[in-house]
């Protein structure tokens, strides 16, 4: 069955950076669109970033382009998400997301938390 | 950007009971909607897409109709399992996705 495991969650200081790693495994990976969701601690659903399923090109949330970097490892099945220049308000569980044509979500991860606290 | 709202807040239901949710959209979104549920500590989990059609394993119970602005996810019949977070999700502006805020179902 679809397996999406985060890694990499942690509390780091603010202007710190940080990378999240998701394994995927039971699909086909190299054939999706993957997409990081995040959720700030009692709030809802926001999506932060995409890559297609051939790694050609990306696309940002506005509160977190120019700081975080989308890319993935189809040779190893793993979506990465780059992290710079943290905030607080970036405080949030990310969730890793497989994308049906890269329009809704159609299997998640668990999430991994993310605190940016000093 | 479309901006979804949801609506209401909170819904309080007994088991058995059916609950109606809804949704809206800033401007049309056709029937590229979705709706997840989320359960405390768990991610989320696709119950709905094309506005009406059922992701697989998703029970009959649940039900979505809508097109345009205007959407509704309908659970009849009310599980003790289905009290949970419902959020509904616009694909139709790729790759600007949004969610809306979301509907809590807890028992009345």
């Known amino acids: 069955q679809v397996q999406l495991v985060e890694s990499g969650g942690g509390v780091v200081q603010p202007g710190r950076s940080l990378r999240l790693s998701c394994a995927a495994s039971?699909?086909?990976?190299?054939?999706?669109?993957m997409y990081w969701v995040r959720q700030a601690p009692g709030k809802g659903l926001e999506w932060v970033a995409v890559?297609?399923?051939?790694?050609?090109?990306?696309y940002y949330g506005d509160s977190v382009k120019g700081r975080f970097t989308i890319s993935r490892d189809n040779s190893n099945n793993t979506l990465y998400l780059q992290m710079h220049s943290l905030r607080g308000e970036d405080t949030a569980v990310y969730y890793c997301?497989?994308?049906?044509?890269?329009?809704?979500?159609?299997?998640w991860g668990q999430g991994t938390l993310v605190t940016v606290s000093s | 950007e479309i901006v979804m709202t949801q609506s209401p807040a909170t819904l309080s239901v007994s088991p058995g009971e059916s609950a109606t949710l809804s949704c809206r959209a800033s401007?049309?979104?056709?029937?590229?909607l979705a709706w997840y549920q989320q359960k405390p500590g768990q991610a989320p989990r696709l119950l709905i897409y094309?506005?009406?059609t059922r992701a697989t394993g998703i029970p009959a119970r649940f039900s979505g109709s809508g097109s345009g602005t205007e959407f509704t996810l309908t659970i009849s019949s009310l599980q003790s399992e289905d009290f949970a977070v419902y959020y509904c999700?616009?694909?139709?502006?790729?790759?600007?996705?949004?969610f809306g805020p979301g509907t809590k179902v807890d028992i009345k």
């Open positions: 094309g506005a009406a």
């Open positions: 997301a497989r994308s049906h044509l890269a329009l809704y979500f159609d299997s």
């Open positions: 401007q049309s979104v056709t029937i590229n």
């Open positions: 039971g699909f086909t990976f190299s054939r999706y669109a």
């Open positions: 890559i297609p399923y051939d790694g050609s090109n990306e």
């Open positions: 999700q616009q694909y139709k502006e790729w790759p600007l996705l949004s």
